[in-house]
């Protein structure tokens, strides 16, 4: 683990990333999800958590966004509040699944019904989608940056070739944690012995 030279929050608030595990920058995997369909969308198998201010996004984006995900709104997330001062509003629950994915995977093609139906309506999907979704395959925990699990025990698909897992997620941890915050993993990654 490395320590940064400050604690960065997020434009949120929450998280607030003080260290970042080295491996961000050595474990690679296949960054073009969407060119890709070997793996049929893996990583939407199971829910996800989802901070509490993004499902009241989602939720008052009414029965037109109902009707898109094609599920009830009933439906979307699981009842169990998780209070945890990481996520941005403190607290966070889980998408739940259905068939075996997301509830937001797209059935009928590929990709997240939140993220498409914000690229066609011109809305900053960030509002929207679930943080943890955004970072993966990197994640945080106890003021961290650490990769996914799914890297480390290599059920991650299109885990090995490709981009670190930094570059992968380059611009969003930007969008999140700023300029100084970028600068600063940019250097490390740079690191000869990386």
Same mark, same amino acid.
């Given at each position: 683990? *490395?320590?940064?030279?400050? =604690? @960065? &929050? $997020?434009?949120?608030? +929450?998280?607030?990333?003080?260290?970042?595990?080295?491996?961000? !920058?050595?474990?690679?995997?296949?960054?073009?999800?969407?060119?890709?369909?070997?793996?049929?969308?893996?990583?939407?198998?199971?829910?996800?958590?989802?901070?509490?201010?993004?499902?009241?996004?989602?939720?008052?984006?009414?029965?037109?966004?109902?009707?898109?995900?094609?599920?009830?709104?009933?439906?979307?997330?699981?009842?169990? *509040?998780?209070?945890?001062? =990481? @996520? &941005? $509003?403190?607290?966070? +629950?889980?998408?739940?699944?259905?068939?075996?994915?997301?509830? !937001?995977?797209?059935?009928?093609?590929?990709?997240?019904?939140?993220?498409?139906?914000?690229?066609?309506?011109?809305?900053?999907?960030?509002?929207?989608?679930?943080?943890?979704?955004?970072?993966?395959?990197?994640?945080?925990?106890?003021?961290?940056?650490?990769?996914?699990?799914?890297?480390?025990?290599?059920?991650?698909?299109?885990?090995?070739?490709?981009?670190?897992? @930094?570059?992968?997620?380059?611009?969003?941890?930007?969008?999140?944690?700023?300029?100084?915050?970028?600068?600063?993993?940019?250097?490390?990654?740079?690191?000869?012995?990386?």
């Amino acid at each position: 683990m *490395i320590a940064l030279s400050r =604690e @960065f &929050p $997020s434009i949120f608030g +929450a998280p607030a990333i003080h260290t970042v595990d080295e491996r961000i !920058f050595t474990l690679r995997y296949f960054a073009r999800c969407m060119d890709c369909g070997f793996c049929g969308d893996q990583c939407c198998n199971y829910g996800v958590d989802i901070d509490w201010a993004n499902m009241e996004h989602l939720r008052s984006l009414g029965r037109d966004f109902e009707a898109f995900v094609g599920v009830p709104h009933e439906a979307w997330f699981t009842p169990e *509040i998780v209070h945890d001062p =990481e @996520f &941005p $509003s403190g607290a966070y +629950a889980r998408t739940r699944s259905v068939g075996g994915k997301c509830v !937001f995977a797209d059935r009928q093609g590929r990709g997240c019904r939140i993220h498409a139906y914000c690229l066609e309506r011109g809305l900053d999907y960030h509002l929207y989608k679930p943080l943890v979704s955004i970072l993966f395959p990197l994640t945080f925990e106890y003021g961290a940056l650490v990769p996914s699990p799914e890297t480390l025990d290599n059920t991650l698909a299109c885990n090995g070739k490709g981009e670190t897992l @930094f570059n992968g997620v380059r611009d969003e941890l930007l969008y999140y944690f700023g300029k100084g915050f970028i600068a600063e993993l940019d250097a490390l990654a740079a690191t000869p012995s990386r």
